[in-house]
């Protein structure tokens, strides 16, 4: 793959939104979020995992749009604010319908409303700690067919959601094919999020040096499953650029691109690799997306 262009220092915007039942509401609440993150000066804008709808099993199959053949308001309405504004937009993630199979799906559009691609969940969020965390993702949703990595304005991005920010091979892979931030639209809950959330971001960048983005939905009380909110930037030094809590809010930071290359060539950890004793092997498909 050839070299990622240099973007220079972009202005990114990470949507920490509220989700409620009212899938309308949902889509208003979103589009609103885009238009002032422009109008603030974003050319990078980020939304949270499953934005329009709530994170729940019994939600997945009702709230399901199919991208490609429509009707899709969901993405319809993305496209249109990304063109809108002007920006490149990582529009989160929505529950997609697609020949008889649900997916948790991320797409990916450009300043004109173009979609550039489409990424599909690759790890399903199964997990049962008992007496405080039981959800198994694999009831209703497939796994995606794997890594997505998208040239835009705002950098060569490689796209993950929540749960496959916790495996180092995807990250290390999207680093190999020249990725300059890593973007994880996720939902953590309130029983991991505290320890990991965070710790996860830095990881990935501190491994990969890179930028790493991790957007969340705001916290719901009334809803079954607790958000554990806390979006945040992390520059490729492991640093938190910016962070928040759990409420509502949009936050913002500078991405500087030029820091990416300082890192990898004060630390040049791909060259200390020792590939005589061990490699990572790509077995994905070469096209970069889905």
């Known amino acids: 793959m050839a070299e990622a262009a240099d973007p220079g220092k972009v202005k990114v915007a990470l949507c920490q939104l509220h989700v409620t039942a009212d899938k309308e509401q949902n889509i208003a609440t979103a589009k609103a979020a885009i238009e002032d993150a422009a109008h603030n000066g974003a050319k990078l804008v980020v939304l949270p995992e499953m934005w329009n709808c709530p994170y729940s099993n019994d939600s997945f199959p009702s709230y399901a749009e199919d991208i490609e053949a429509g009707p899709s308001p969901s ?61 198994k993702e694999s009831l209703t949703l497939t796994p995606g067919e794997g890594p997505t990595v998208v040239d835009t304005a705002a950098g060569r991005l490689g796209v993950g959601i929540c749960y496959d920010i916790r495996f180092p091979e995807l990250a290390m892979l999207y680093a190999k094919r020249g990725v300059q931030v890593l973007v994880y639209p996720g939902a953590f809950n309130t029983v991991t999020g505290p320890l990991h959330w965070e710790l996860l971001a830095r990881a990935r960048a501190v491994d990969n040096q890179c930028f790493v983005i991790t957007c969340s939905p705001a916290r719901n009380p009334d809803a079954s499953y607790q958000a554990w909110g806390h979006s945040t930037v992390v520059g490729p030094f492991a640093e938190v650029l910016a962070t928040t809590e759990h409420e509502p809010t949009t936050i913002y930071a500078d991405l500087d691109f030029a820091q990416v290359k300082e890192r990898r060539a004060n630390l040049p950890l791909t060259q200390q690799k020792r590939h005589d004793l061990y490699e990572l092997v790509d077995r994905s498909s070469s096209s970069s997306k889905q």
């Open 75 to 135: 993405t319809d309405m993305l496209a249109a604010a990304a063109a809108a504004a002007g920006v490149t937009l990582v529009g989160g993630s929505v529950p997609e319908r697609s020949v008889g199979k649900l997916y948790n799906t991320c797409c990916v559009f450009d300043h004109t409303g173009k979609l550039l691609a489409k990424h599909r969940k690759t790890h399903l969020f199964d997990i049962d700690i008992p007496g405080k965390m039981t959800f």
